[in-house]
């Protein structure tokens, strides 16, 4: 098969490297945006007088037809990628007015705009399984504004919270992410269409007018960047490991939340595993899943800044590159937030376990030496008040709100009988009523805001 940039070649490729070359395996991923892409170029070339009425209507007449049976396109190897294969389509379709298309535009740009609606489709798309899984989130966190946890820091119990306040952290770093992504499209929607390779065209385009049938926002002021920038892609890959490092913090809270150790967690079957040995078992695989995924997503960021780091002006066959980690990327996160936020849709959380958990430790230190502050003894001395009596408490087997008055007065006479209210986890937990704290209506206003949050987005 001859190639479309055969004039100035006498040799035939080596197949194998035609083979290396090719990027047809993955761009096909790019056809239906190819096509379009190609739409608006030729509806701008008729317009501004550089195709015939009926050059334009055999193009538009086979492009559609193209787009109408994407699923049914035989693609070569020999035509290396998506955009040489489509021309070779409409060429077989149309006939060699299908080389009139090609006017005024170069693989570069077309590539580079490919890709911009490619990633502005899938953008909106994870936007919107974003925000399904922070609904998921406010539906869970309604159910347990009262639901009281032990809340930690080094992985060590600190002070006792609200099960809502702990499921929202998660609702705002994904609010972030949105906001991030939401911010990505204003690159996103950005045109290259019209670049040529790299300096525009002698061609009286307009760029504005194929911008715009394809509505993107803004055209790339300058040729050289338009062919040669992939930054709104990195970006995304940043943000897209970014995702992905929140849904791994959740995910391993739900595997130790899981264990039997902690059993603060019931996943639902349908998003559990079980051992093919051990009969007892059941895994929470899909979160380690997804935690194990987080590795491939920040390869592909680090491997495309990699690829673009010394890259010089303009485009360079290094740029193919972009395309199959981007993918990648998309794939990954898009199901990971959407098996995410259906694990979590279905897990039952154990509010007795929880609350057990916050009555058995020593969470309720903080309480005892705010109590004391409150009676005039500087903060410094109640700390260490307290912290005798936990060593006391430790080296007798017992809780805080075991010791009796008697003792309390050992460690000091301020201590009266109202004490024992304040070293329920509960009282604990209600008494933060702090903005932003985790005192239960502190919670639910923070619930209202976050789905006020959402129904604006
Ligand atoms: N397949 C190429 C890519 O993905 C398309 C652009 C090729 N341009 C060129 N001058 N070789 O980057």
């Known amino acids: 098969m001859t190639k479309l940039w055969g004039g100035r070649f006498t040799e035939s490729a080596s197949a194998q490297a035609e083979a290396f070359g090719a990027s047809i395996s993955f761009d096909q991923k790019l056809a239906a945006v190819d096509l379009q892409g190609s739409l608006a170029h030729a509806q701008m070339l008729y317009e501004q007088g550089?195709?015939?009425?009926?050059?334009?209507?055999?193009?538009?007449?086979?492009?559609?037809?193209?787009?109408?049976?994407?699923?049914?396109?035989?693609?070569?190897?020999?035509?290396?990628?998506?955009?040489?294969?489509?021309?070779?389509?409409?060429?077989?379709?149309?006939g060699p007015v299908a080389g009139k298309l090609h006017t005024a535009r170069s693989r570069n740009d077309q590539v580079a705009t490919?890709?911009?609606?490619?990633?502005?489709?899938?953008?909106?798309?994870?936007?919107?399984?974003?925000?399904?899984?922070?609904?998921?989130?406010?539906?869970?966190?309604?159910?347990?504004?009262?639901?009281?946890?032990?809340?930690?820091?080094?992985?060590?119990?600190?002070?006792?919270?609200?099960?809502?306040?702990?499921?929202?952290?998660?609702?705002?770093?994904?609010?972030?992410?949105?906001?991030r992504l939401t911010d990505n499209l204003k690159r996103v929607r950005m045109s290259p269409l019209g670049a040529g390779a790299l300096a525009g065209t002698t061609f009286p385009i307009d760029r504005f007018k194929s911008a715009e049938l394809l509505g993107f926002e803004h055209v790339y002021p300058n040729s050289l960047d338009a062919?040669?920038?992939?930054?709104?892609?990195?970006?995304?890959?940043?943000?897209?490991?970014?995702?992905?490092?929140?849904?791994?913090?959740?995910?391993?809270?739900?595997?130790?939340?899981?264990?039997?150790?902690?059993?603060?967690?019931?996943?639902?079957?349908?998003?559990?595993?079980g051992s093919s040995m051990m009969p007892q078992k059941k895994n929470p695989d899909f979160a380690e899943l997804i935690r194990g995924k987080t590795g491939r997503v920040y390869g592909n960021l680090m491997g495309f800044l990699t690829t673009m780091k010394a890259l010089p002006l303009a485009y360079n066959k290094d740029m193919q590159e972009d395309k199959e980690g981007v993918f990648d990327t998309a794939?990954?996160?898009?199901?990971?937030?959407?098996?995410?936020?259906?694990?979590?849709?279905?897990?039952?959380?154990?509010?007795?376990?929880?609350?057990?958990?916050?009555?058995?430790?020593f969470s309720n230190a903080t309480e005892l030496a705010d109590y004391l502050v409150t009676k005039g003894i500087p903060f410094r001395e109640a700390h260490e008040i307290v912290g005798k009596a936990v060593l006391h408490c430790v080296q007798t087997g017992c809780f805080l709100k075991d010791l009796t008055l008697e003792t309390y007065q050992t460690f000091h006479p301020v201590i009266t009988e109202d004490v024992y209210p304040l070293l329920d986890p509960v009282q604990a937990v209600a008494r933060r009523g702090s903005y932003g704290g985790t005192g239960f209506n502190a919670v639910r206003e923070q619930l209202t805001q976050a789905k006020q949050t959402l129904q604006k987005a």
Not at 69 to 78: E, F, K, P
Not at 148 to 156: E, S
Request: glycine share 2%; proline share 1%; hydrophobic share 45%.
């Open 114 to 179: 490919d890709l911009h609606l490619w990633m502005e489709q899938h953008v909106l798309e994870l936007l919107s399984s974003l925000r399904n899984l922070q609904s998921v989130i406010t539906e869970q966190a309604d159910q347990h504004v009262e639901t009281v946890m032990p809340g930690y820091t080094h992985l060590q119990r600190a002070q006792p919270i609200s099960l809502a306040h702990h499921l929202l952290a998660y609702f705002w770093m994904f609010e972030r992410d949105a906001e």
């Open 50 to 94: 550089i195709l015939e009425e009926t050059e334009w209507q055999q193009i538009e007449a086979g492009l559609n037809h193209l787009q109408a049976t994407i699923d049914q396109h035989v693609y070569s190897l020999a035509d290396e990628d998506i955009h040489m294969n489509l021309e070779r389509l409409l060429t077989e379709q149309i």
């Open 331 to 361: 794939d990954t996160v898009l199901q990971s937030v959407q098996i995410f936020t259906g694990m979590l849709e279905s897990a039952t959380f154990k509010t007795e376990a929880l609350k057990k958990a916050t009555m058995q430790d």
């Open 227 to 273: 062919v040669s920038d992939r930054d709104f892609v990195i970006e995304y890959l940043g943000i897209a490991s970014t995702v992905m490092m929140h849904l791994s913090r959740f995910c391993e809270e739900i595997i130790i939340w899981a264990s039997q150790e902690f059993s603060f967690i019931e996943l639902s079957d349908a998003f559990s595993t």
